[in-house]
């Protein structure tokens, strides 16, 4: 369980958080739709290559029940290269700016790793949520700045960096090595004051495909934090490979690693299709609502 670093005590869980005047709440597991602004990225790079097609996709994703939008504009599939910040910028501007536009009440998560571009795409449309897949560890000034910031943070696990991190990874137990890192991390975080802090266990993320089904099997180690745990499943290799398919061919696959995920305590699913998750969300909600009763 946490402990509040100013006072001592035991922190209980929130089933909510706040990102600017918008709320999201976590008493049903939330679908946070993947908006990508990239050319090269493992799935759906380029496919949002001008402003209608993007906000095209957001309507979708938007009516088919996402309660939030991660936009991202740096590919981070194994292998990848480095875009530089000016690079990322000119593509996530452009689009998170439309698309706090056209959909003003949609709460928004910017997936990056650097301080700066989180700090200027806050002065330009305001509070969001930021998804860091490198849990702080490429950008040495992130955490001090969520947590001056106010904002809500993904602390994410990668082993590595995108373009090392499938590179043998090695652990001595990959989900108690997880929990190390997410302990160590979140007392620093809470020590500068941050606030709301989600926890992603980085799947595909410097992990062989033992070691992410090994943490899809005890994703609930995860609940003695008593932080939302987010899960991004959505297409990855972990899926495909094991079904020996491609990429475009795994939504069944990744229906089924969902599904999986909510029993073991996923607070919120990150997925490329929108409409899938949101029905598996609630056959386990009817699940759960049956064990209740």
Aim: hydrophobic residues 45%; negative net charge; proline residues 4%.
């Amino acid at each position: 369980m946490l402990i509040s670093q100013s006072t001592g005590k035991f922190l209980k869980r929130r089933n909510s958080i706040i990102i600017g005047k918008d709320s999201l709440d976590f008493t049903i597991p939330a679908v946070m739709g993947i908006v990508n602004v990239t050319p090269d990225s493992f799935y759906d790079g380029g496919k949002l290559a001008s402003e209608s097609e993007l906000l095209a996709h957001v309507e979708k994703m938007v009516n088919e029940g996402a309660s939030i939008l991660d936009i991202g504009a740096v590919s981070t599939r194994p292998g990848s290269q480095m875009v530089s910040t000016k690079a990322e910028l000119e593509r996530l501007l452009p689009a998170v700016t439309a698309i706090r536009s056209h959909f003003p009440e949609m709460p928004l998560s910017v997936d990056t790793f650097r301080s700066w571009v989180a700090v200027r795409i806050i002065d330009e449309i305001g509070p969001v949520m930021i998804n860091d897949i490198s849990g702080g560890s490429l950008d040495s000034k992130m955490f001090e700045t969520v947590a001056r910031m106010k904002i809500p943070y993904v602390l994410s696990h990668m082993q590595g960096t995108p373009l090392n991190m499938q590179e043998n990874p090695q652990y001595n137990d990959v989900v108690k090595d997880i929990a190390a890192f997410f302990s160590d991390k979140v007392k620093r975080l809470t020590k500068l004051g941050a606030e709301d802090i989600l926890l992603d266990p980085g799947f595909g993320f410097g992990k062989t495909l033992d070691h992410n089904y090994e943490l899809l099997n005890r994703l609930d180690a995860f609940k003695v934090f008593q932080l939302p745990v987010l899960v991004g499943l959505s297409r990855k290799s972990m899926i495909w490979k094991s079904l020996d398919i491609t990429a475009e061919e795994a939504l069944n696959g990744t229906t089924v690693a969902n599904t999986m995920a909510l029993l073991g305590g996923a607070d919120i699913l990150r997925v490329h299709d929108v409409k899938e998750a949101v029905e598996a969300v609630k056959i386990f909600c009817e699940i759960k609502a049956t064990i209740k009763k």
